[in-house]
């Protein structure tokens, strides 16, 4: 049986708390030993050197007199001196050991195979004269501390084991949450209500993250099928007084009668085509942009691009009776889509000339600021009030003062396309009089 994402999210963080336990429990018992077996080893060195030393300053008689005095009172002791053979003539120890006696700096074992001293001790054995001191200490209370530290360590890990169940139990609840909303805003999308939203709690976790991108992506997808609803009523509202037009010249040119009224005919019929066809190509131009990577882009001079295009369109703008500026600054290369940007600067020239018949100039700028490329053309036309210009950035988007001229309203649509290619954004401002469109592109 397969279990579940939080069941397997759960029995992770119970692992892990009593992984960790375990590993906590078994470093304190290690080194709790180890220290125990340091203090017993370093006790029972100074307890046999303190004998010897009274050995070698007193003899034998002051030896078994200090052994006889250090075994009251105190159960644990192991202070004795025996013969060759391992048996005991004086002191607290077994009657025999279990063992021939042999010199032994520190040892931990069994003093004797059987009776009341069959048990575990730490001694050592050294030579006195003819006979042998054994001294040490039994392990009894040794061992019942040692076992008290187990059952601690053990309580820690029954602790810890409830402890990480509870906080699983709890992560689990709040990641199950997080998703189950995630999942409802998505069931409520693909059944067609593009409002909803997860929102973010405002813990800055990967949640609230990953809620942000989510929502930014719905919001794209809103903006975009509202586009696709203008763009489609536009279309709709756009085409048909063009289509009206092709189709009156058409009857007029098939119906006249002198070759004159036929050729005027033709003229407006192709005139009306190619408005036709400006709109159907701007509108795959905008389509391309959106739905083109980054992976097109190469390295770009931008200030050899915008001297090209500036080249190119002088003669044109001084052509229409207006001057043209150019201020270019130095700023280094960067990764561009060169063909849509320069569409889209043209398509900026274009517009400025549209507007700006009444005289003035059209200035074209290049210069880098605040880690972004800011490219800039400004006129001195009527301008667009602030009110209007997000009106002005849609698809099919044509003020009421622009209805008499000629467009379609996708001009400033596809340089704000271009610029959202790029990571950047169109940015239209107050030129006092008239209007200055940047494209903000990071670099």
């Known amino acids: 049986m397969r279990l579940s994402f939080t069941a397997r999210l759960a029995l992770l963080a119970i692992a892990l708390a009593l992984a960790s336990s375990l590993a906590l429990a078994g470093f304190i018992w290690q080194r709790t030993h180890s220290d125990a077996v340091e203090a017993l080893r370093r006790d029972t ?15 034998q008689a002051a030896l078994d007199s200090a052994i006889n005095d250090a075994q009251q009172g105190d159960d644990t002791l192991v202070a004795a001196i025996v013969d060759s053979s391992g048996a005991r003539r004086i ?17 931990i074992g069994m003093l004797a195979p059987r009776g009341p001293w069959a048990k575990e001790a730490g001694f050592t054995i050294r030579p006195v004269g003819r006979e042998w001191l054994i001294s040490g200490r039994l392990l009894d209370d040794w061992e019942r501390a040692q076992r008290t530290i187990e059952h601690a360590l053990l309580l820690a890990i029954l602790l810890a084991l409830v402890f990480g169940a509870g906080g699983a139990l709890v992560i689990t609840r709040y990641v199950g949450r997080r998703l189950d909303a995630i999942a409802g805003v998505v069931d409520a999308v693909a059944g067609g209500d593009l409002t909803r939203r997860i929102g973010a709690e405002g813990g800055g976790d990967a949640f609230d993250r990953l809620a942000v991108r989510i929502d930014g992506m719905l919001d794209r997808v809103d903006r975009l099928m509202a586009e696709l609803r203008v763009v489609t009523d536009s279309i709709a509202h756009d085409l048909r007084s063009p289509i009206a037009r092709l189709r009156a010249r058409a009857e007029a040119a098939a119906t006249a009668e002198h070759p004159q009224q036929r050729e005027a005919a033709l003229a407006g019929l192709t005139a009306e085509t190619d408005l036709v066809m400006r709109m159907l190509t701007v509108l795959l131009e905008i389509s391309r942009s959106e739905a083109m990577t980054r992976d097109s882009f190469s390295a770009v001079e931008p200030a050899e691009l915008i001297e090209e295009i500036a080249d190119l369109y002088a003669p044109v703008v001084e052509e229409a009776g207006l001057a043209f500026a150019l201020d270019v600054a130095p700023v280094p290369a960067a990764r561009l889509h060169r063909e849509l940007l320069s569409q889209a600067i043209a398509n900026l020239i274009d517009n400025a000339l549209r507007h700006a018949q009444g005289g003035g100039d059209i200035r074209l700028s290049l210069a880098a600021r605040e880690g972004a490329l800011r490219i800039a053309v400004a006129d001195h036309g009527p301008g667009i009030a602030p009110a209007d210009r997000a009106q002005a950035l849609s698809q099919f988007g044509r003020l009421d003062t622009a209805r008499s001229l000629p467009g379609a309203g996708l ?31 990071p670099l």
Request: charged residues 15%; aromatic residues 4%.
């Open 91 to 107: 002191g607290a120890g077994p009657d025999q050991l279990g063992f021939a006696p042999a010199p032994e700096p520190f040892r």
């Open 411 to 441: 001009g400033l649509a596809l340089v704000d396309a271009v610029a959202r290619l790029h990571g950047g954004r169109l940015e239209l401002a107050d030129n006092a009089p008239g209007l200055i469109a940047t494209m903000v592109l």
């Open 45 to 59: 060195v100074e307890q046999a050197d303190a004998l010897a030393a009274l050995y070698r300053s007193g003899g």
